[in-house]
Nanobody, 127 residues
Framework: QVQLVESGGGSVQSGGSLRLSCTVSGFTYDSRVLGWFRQAPGKEREGVAG???????LYADSVKGRFTISQDNAKHQLFLQMNSLKPEDTAMYYC?????????????????????WGRGTQVTVSS
């Protein structure tokens, strides 16, 4: 059974930092891609960052230069370091996993095409 469990969300002031973690269990395919999505109230879920097993990454334009996605393959963990946070980053953040090796497909294909989702962790940035 595949499980993705996020942690690390919280409340910070504008300009602050947070580090999100996602522990992945039961998903051991050699070809897989992981990523972070977010959904603010009243808005559609959007891709934030993706990373393939080989370490190739892709970021949404809105977070480039501020967020960094990384992974620990040995510990089956995914991370999102978020710096210079803005109020518009406020959202529920979700970890996702797909079979395959394309961060672009992960972030740009419809959310209902994701193979697995976590339950999310809330990030709130106050001005």
């Amino acid at each position: 059974q595949v499980q993705l469990v996020e942690s690390g969300g919280g409340s910070v002031q504008s300009g602050g930092s947070l580090r999100l973690s996602c522990t992945v269990s039961g998903f051991t395919y050699d070809s897989r891609v992981l990523g972070w999505f977010r959904q603010a109230p009243g808005k559609e879920r959007e891709g934030v960052a993706g990373i393939a097993r080989d370490g190739s990454t892709l970021y949404a334009d809105s977070v480039k230069g501020r967020f960094t996605i990384s992974q620990d393959n040995a510990k089956h963990q995914l991370f999102l370091q978020m710096n210079s946070l803005k109020p518009e980053d406020t959202a529920m953040y979700y970890c996702a996993a797909d079979h395959g090796d394309s961060p672009w497909l992960l972030l740009h294909s419809p959310p209902d095409r994701r193979d697995y989702w976590g339950r999310g962790t809330q990030v709130t940035v106050s001005s």
